[in-house]
Every structure is written in structure tokens, then in C-alpha cells.
């Protein structure tokens, strides 16, 4: 939840709270994943065209689910609410820029 | 520019730390108002902490100094991420600075709080294994989760790679904390995405620059990844008859040609542009104008280039596609376990 209290994901982070390790098991010399998929939010997909998109889950909006929050080389940051969870699907709404206090959109200084 | 998101100050609002190519740790610290403008995080000299590279905002270049690193002759190093991480269990956060160039990972600790951070100016090199903390094809930022669920942090972290050319791209590793509180202990990495290969005729993954993040996305108890990249792929041509063949050499050669002309036209404007404002202010509003009135006479030549270099560079592609380079964000579901599977997390 930003601004506001500690999202739980962090807190759980923090607490040092653990994810069953039963559940992550895998057989050994096979890939641990699905075949990727390009996540999408609104209707292009998350993070096209950025330089270097670099992203992060996390409760931006305090409802408390996922959110996405994506940071880029030159500095700046776009968050992308959980907008639908369908079963394992889960559907992004389109990016915005992540504001801060001023109002203007987060940017951290590169060269 | 990877971001943490913790409430580096305990003040009970979530802050954002990261670090950029300008080779320093950043915060926006958190209010009920919002997020603040960023700013370096200093250590308690007052001294922007780093690497050893960093972007001189005052002199405008890039430079190095040995005085993080206790030595004379600095290697090149960029901090281009930074996590906050209680190392050593004493109830504040430290400081890790993950490297660019060769990947390296330090620590830098806290001798303070968290409210009233005191950090060394000093840094210390993080081990995987019996080695260095180190990804040789650049690393892009490492991020703290437990991976394998015995309570501690472990690393993930992403490499570079070849980020233009069809060289070798990046993957993703773990590095597990074989250690105890307040005394981690990373052991060497292992391969959670392999580096790509790439040579696909469609974007089918993050090939190079990935960064990488951990949750449980889906909610099934167990922990994906999303990872931001770039994708590069080829697309599939059409078999080509013998005169689109030599149509295509020749469609070659002239776009060489004439992105060779404008790459010296570009470099003769920049010349002339650094003669005429010799003495000028750099960043100055003179130097601006100046320089846009100088690329202004250029104009006409420059479209004009850059037209024929369209123009070649379509008919090429309907002949002999390009490859193609674009960054997304993709997601790595965990497969589901069946009963009986191997336990290896």
C-alpha cells in the first residue's frame, strides 16, 4: 500500500516468512518454469519499447493484491494495477506513471 | 534501475531504493503524502556512496575513485543497483551494491539505525561459493527472496549479455544462503533461466538485459518470476529467387553506404557544433541554441539521408528481414509438482 503501511508481500519478506517448500518442488534436469509469456497491461504489453524494463510485483494501490511496478535506464517508474484475477490469469490494467508527492511522475537521476 | 520497495527509514511508510547508471544509490522516501524526489544516499562522511565509477554531475564525466574499495588504482565498477539487506542481524538496514561490469557484490554497512544511518563509505565483497560474487556478461540488478523456503534471503539476480548483436544473451541465476542469521553465506550460482542462445524467429523470451523479480504470482503456493528484457529474434524471409538474391546484396550494400555517409555527416555537425561553442557552458541555454542552428543548416541533408536509408532499408526487409530487438515483460510460471517429484527446490 503506498503510500501507508507495509504491503504484505514486504512484510512477509521481512519477517522472514518463507513459501512452502513442498509446493516449489521439481523434478531435477527439467526446467522449473512454463514457457514464458509476455504479460500485458491494457491492451499492449507491459513494459514495450521501455529501455531496459525492469520489473518488480508489488501493492501499489492497497487493495491488497499485485500489482506490477516497472523501472526503466533512464529513471523512471509506471506501476500497473491488478485489474482481474481469473483463476491462474491474471490481467493488468494499462500503465501509468508512478507519481510522487509533487504530483509529477517518480524520476531518479541517471548521467 | 531495478526498485526496492522498504521502508528504509522505519518511519512506517514504504520507501523506494535503487540505484542508476549514474553508479550511486537513490531514495524517494515515503510519506502520507506520497514519495519524496529522489535523492543519493550518503554515507557518514556526508560522501555519495558507490562502486567505484560514477557520474561526476559537477564536472559532467565519468570517473573513478578507489576510496569505496580501500585501493589506488580502482577497476571499473558501476553501481547500477543497490538492496537494503540487515546483513548482519543488528536490527538496521546494510546496504548491498551490485556491479555492472563484471557483476560484483558488496556490502556496505550500517553502524547506525535505520532512522539515523551510519554507513562505512566502505565496501566489502559479497562470495558465492568459493568465489567472488560475480556474473561476467554484466549484471543487471539481484534481488532478495527465499527461494527455497528455509527462511532466509536468497539471491536472484539477472545478467546483461549481449544486448545488440546475436552473441550470447542473458539468463537468470540463484544464490542460496547456506548461512545463518546475521551470518549469510551464498553459495555458488545455478541457473533458474539459461542464458539465451536466442536465433528464433519470434520473440519467445527475454534475451538479453533481464531483470528479474520473484512472488507468487498466481497465488498456488509457490514462487514465479517476471522479467523485463530485451527480446531479439529474427523473423522467417521468403525464399528468394536468384535475381531478389542479388537485389538484396546490392539493397545491402547501399544501405552501408549511405549509413556510413550519415554517421559522418553526424560526426562533421558535432564538430562544428564543439568549435562554435568552445567556451560556452555546458548545458547552458547559449549552447543550445547555438547547437540547434548549426544542426538547423544541416536539416535538409539529414532528411534527406535518413529518407533514403527508410527507403532502402523497407525493400530490404520485404527481402531479407532484419533482426529485431524490443523490450517487454514476461512472466515464468512455476510448473506445477506433481506427488513423488524429486523435493529439489
Excluded at chain 1, 484475477?85 to 490481467?91: C, E, F, H, T
Excluded at chain 2, 528504509?8 to 514519495?35: C, M, Q, R, Y
Aim: charge should be neutral.
Amino acid at each position: 500500500m503506498i503510500p501507508g503501511a507495509l504491503p504484505t508481500l514486504v512484510l512477509l519478506c521481512l519477517a522472514g516468512v518463507s513459501f512452502p517448500s513442498a509446493a516449489l518442488a521439481m523434478p531435477q534436469g527439467s526446467s522449473l518454469f512454463e514457457a514464458p509469456r509476455r504479460l500485458r497491461a491494457g491492451d499492449t504489453y507491459l513494459g514495450a519499447g521501455r529501455m531496459y524494463p525492469s520489473p518488480v510485483f508489488q501493492d501499489v494501490n492497497g487493495d491488497p493484491q499485485l500489482d506490477i511496478v516497472v523501472g526503466d535506464l533512464v529513471g523512471r517508474l509506471t506501476w500497473a494495477p491488478q485489474a482481474l484475477q481469473d483463476g491462474r490469469l491474471i490481467i493488468f490494467a494499462k500503465e501509468r506513471a508512478l507519481k510522487g508527492r509533487s504530483g509529477e511522475g517518480l524520476k531518479f537521476h541517471n548521467w | 534501475m531495478s526498485p526496492q520497495f522498504v521502508d528504509f527509514n522505519a518511519d512506517g511508510h514504504v520507501d523506494i531504493l535503487t540505484a542508476t547508471f549514474d553508479g550511486s544509490p537513490h531514495i524517494s522516501f515515503g510519506s502520507k503524502e506520497g514519495f519524496g524526489k529522489p535523492e543519493h544516499i550518503l554515507d557518514s562522511k556526508g560522501e555519495r556512496i558507490l562502486i567505484s565509477s560514477f557520474w561526476n554531475y559537477k564536472d559532467h564525466q565519468h570517473q573513478e575513485t578507489g576510496r569505496a574499495l580501500g585501493v589506488e588504482t580502482p577497476p571499473k565498477e558501476r553501481c547500477i543497483s543497490a538492496l537494503a539487506f540487515d546483513w548482519d542481524a543488528d536490527g538496521d538496514y546494510d546496504l548491498l551494491l551490485g556491479g555492472y561490469e563484471k557483476g560484483h557484490l558488496y556490502r556496505q554497512m550500517n553502524e547506525g539505525t535505520n532512522a539515523e544511518p551510519r554507513f562505512t563509505g566502505k565496501n566489502i565483497a559479497v562470495m558465492a561459493g568459493d568465489a567472488p560474487f560475480g556474473i561476467e556478461a554484466k549484471m543487471t540488478s539481484p534481488r532478495l527472496v527465499d527461494w527455497d523456503g528455509d527462511g532466509d534471503m536468497d539471491i536472484i539476480a539477472g545478467s546483461f549479455g549481449d544486448v545488440w548483436g546475436q552473441g550470447p544473451g542473458g539468463g537468470v541465476f540463484l544464490y542460496r544462503n547456506t548461512g545463518t542469521r546475521g551470518k549469510p553465506v551464498f553459495a555458488a550460482a545455478e541457473t533458474l533461466i539459461p542464458v539465451s542462445l536466442k536465433g528464433k524467429a519470434l520473440p519467445t523470451r527475454p534475451d538479453a538485459g533481464l531483470y528479474v523479480d520473484a512472488a507468487d504470482y498466481d497465488g498456488d503456493g509457490d514462487l514465479d518470476l517476471v522479467v523485463g528484457g530485451y527480446s531479439m529474434w529474427t523473423p522467417e524471409g521468403p525464399e528468394l529467387s536468384s535475381a531478389q538474391q542479388d537485389r538484396a546484396k546490392q539493397l545491402a550494400a547501399k544501405k552501408g553506404a549511405l549509413q556510413k555517409e550519415s554517421l559522418e555527416l553526424s560526426r562533421a555537425i558535432n564538430r562544428e557544433i564543439l568549435a562554435v561553442t568552445k567556451g560556452m557552458e555546458r548545458g547552458s541555454k547559449e549552447l543550445r541554441l547555438k547547437a540547434a542552428e548549426i544542426r538547423a543548416t544541416h536539416s535538409k541533408k539529414t532528411r534527406n539521408l535518413s529518407k533514403s536509408i527508410r527507403a532502402v532499408s523497407q525493400e530490404l526487409e520485404s527481402l531479407v528481414p532484419a533482426p529485431k530487438r524490443k523490450s517487454f515483460v514476461w512472466l515464468y510460471e512455476r510448473k506445477q509438482v506433481r506427488p513423488g517429484n524429486d523435493s529439489r527446490n
